[in-house]
């Protein structure tokens, strides 16, 4: 997945049928709430391991029910409805800055987590942005927000395609080159209005809402070489070759690769970091306020705070996680690869994503929907 000119040497240890799995037990979840030795989770599909899950179920006994959701709106939605029936939950760093404050997590019993201490403080110091203290959740995966290409059909079509930077999206003419072969983006307006605003040298957090139209002007030229922003087709579409060049994830590139390597279909998925700077991530591990099982949810992250098991997962799906003690666990080819794990020079371009006042978010609304619909 990664820059071919980074000459990065991208070799899965694990089979991509093991990439790809995940274990979906949310068929009858209420009745798993009511059970005492059970903890029931929500993730995205995909993002938490089967043997992770196994080796946890081994260790303590405890039965897991994994309910993925489908967006993190969807989320938030059952999260502010409440009763959701869910013991951990992973929203990313600003879902949870929205749930702490409206008190929909609880505070981490931090006795209760004794693996706390493995922890990266640079990553705390990141999340502590949205979450002051680090008091309500700690860190599982991070990663960035990048381009996500199949370098034959690019490469094809444009032999100098500037793939390590964001011309490959908001230049009409390079990104009309790939319209053909398929251009997508993630339907994560917040994300990528800022790493709009952020390419054209603005802030990209700014509430001016002449900065808006700036991006609306940028935006509105590229529409018609975009195929769709559906965010859970991307990693299906590229892996099949349907897709050749996506504003994504640094995972979904991953997992794309990984489902690709299993069918051997010959196709091949790599990731870049932006150079003019790109949106960093963070997924956290929190406890809903009124989780059933608040107890056994204390007991599955301190789990996922094991430097063996996180590793695991990094290595597994090539994201970073926030587990300073995993990093000896984590594979060379992966720790070693600056478009997983950036450089310290590549992290001073990188901005998390930070609230936003409800002005600024309607007016950023407008702006994204003025873009997907082409209006």
Not at 18 to 39: K, M, P, R, S, Y
Not at 132 to 138: A, D, K, L, P
Not at 345 to 359: G, I, S, Y
């Amino acid at each position: 997945m990664v820059s071919d000119q980074c000459n990065s040497n991208w070799v899965w240890k694990t089979t991509a049928n093991a990439a790809a799995a995940v274990l979906l037990f949310g068929a009858d979840t209420q009745h798993a709430f009511a059970q005492e030795n059970t903890v029931t989770i929500t993730a995205w599909a995909e993002y938490v391991p089967d043997e992770v899950i196994a080796g946890f179920e081994e260790k303590t006994g405890i039965k897991v029910v994994y309910d993925p959701f489908e967006s993190l709106e969807v989320l938030e939605t059952k999260m502010l409805t409440g009763n959701s029936g869910y013991d951990v939950i992973f929203p990313s760093a600003l879902v949870a800055n929205r749930l702490i404050q409206v008190e929909a997590v609880q505070k981490l019993d931090k006795s209760k987590l004794p693996n706390l201490g493995n922890l990266d403080p640079e990553i705390m110091g990141f999340l502590a942005r949205h979450d002051e203290g680090n008091q309500y959740g700690v860190p599982y995966l991070w990663g960035t927000t990048g381009v996500i290409y199949n370098p034959a059909l690019v490469f094809e079509r444009m032999e100098d395609a500037p793939i390590e930077s964001l011309d490959m999206f908001f230049d009409p003419d390079v990104v009309s080159n790939f319209a053909d072969c398929g251009v997508a983006m993630i339907d994560s307006p917040e994300e990528v209005v800022a790493i709009a605003l952020n390419y054209l040298g603005l802030d990209p957090f700014t509430k001016d809402p002449a900065d808006f139209e700036k991006v609306d002007a940028l935006l509105a030229p590229i529409n018609p070489h975009i195929r769709h922003f559906n965010t859970g087709a991307i990693i299906n579409d590229m892996a099949r070759g349907d897709l050749c060049l996506v504003l994504g994830w640094s995972g979904d590139a991953g997992l794309a690769y990984a489902t690709a390597l299993e069918a051997d279909n010959g196709v091949e998925v790599f990731y870049s970091v932006p150079k003019e700077g790109t949106e960093v991530f963070f997924d956290f591990l929190s406890i809903p306020s009124d989780a059933p099982n608040p107890d056994n949810a204390h007991t599955f992250i301190d789990y996922l705070m094991e430097p063996e098991v996180i590793a695991s997962v990094t290595n597994l799906y090539y994201y970073p996680n926030g587990n300073a003690a995993a990093l000896e666990h984590v594979l060379d080819e992966v720790k070693s690869d600056p478009n997983v794990y950036p450089t310290e020079e590549m992290m001073a371009t990188l901005f998390p994503n930070l609230p936003r006042d409800q002005k600024t978010l309607r007016t950023l609304t407008r702006t994204w929907t003025r873009f997907k619909t082409g209006n």
